[in-house]
C-alpha cells in the first residue's frame, strides 16, 4: 500500500450502487473493499476519478489488476469481472500474463 493511501472496508458489507455513486474524493487515494466479490476495490482518486481493481495471490505474490473506470463499468458488470478473474487464477492462470 502506498503512504498516500486510504484502505477501508464498508463494515465487511458489499458496496452498493449508491455508495459507488456518492462515495467522494478525499486528500489521497482510497481503496474500498467490495465484499460481494473477492479481491475486489473500488479505487478513489484525490481527483474523484473512481476505477475498478481486484487483488490476487498467484505464486505467493499478492497481484492487483485493474478492471476498468466507473462509471463505464458499473458495479454489478465489476463483481462479474472479478469473479471471472478469480476462477481464471484458481484454473491455474494469471491475468497479468
Not at 15 to 39: M, S
Not at 88 to 96: E, L
Request: glycine share 12%; with cysteine.
Amino acid at each position: 500500500m502506498k503512504r498516500n493511501q486510504k484502505v477501508m472496508s464498508a463494515d465487511k458489507k458489499p458496496l452498493t450502487n449508491l455508495f459507488v455513486q456518492k462515495v467522494g474524493p478525499t486528500d489521497r487515494q482510497q481503496e474500498i473493499r467490495d465484499h460481494g466479490a473477492p479481491g475486489l476495490y473500488l479505487l478513489v482518486q484525490a481527483t474523484g476519478a473512481k476505477s475498478w481493481a481486484c487483488r490476487y495471490s498467484r505464486g505467493g505474490t499478492v497481484k492487483k489488476a485493474t478492471l476498468g473506470g466507473y462509471p463505464a463499468i458499473p458495479l454489478a458488470e465489476a463483481r462479474r469481472l472479478a469473479l471471472g478473474l478469480a476462477g481464471d487464477v484458481a484454473r491455474g492462470a494469471d491475468p497479468q500474463a
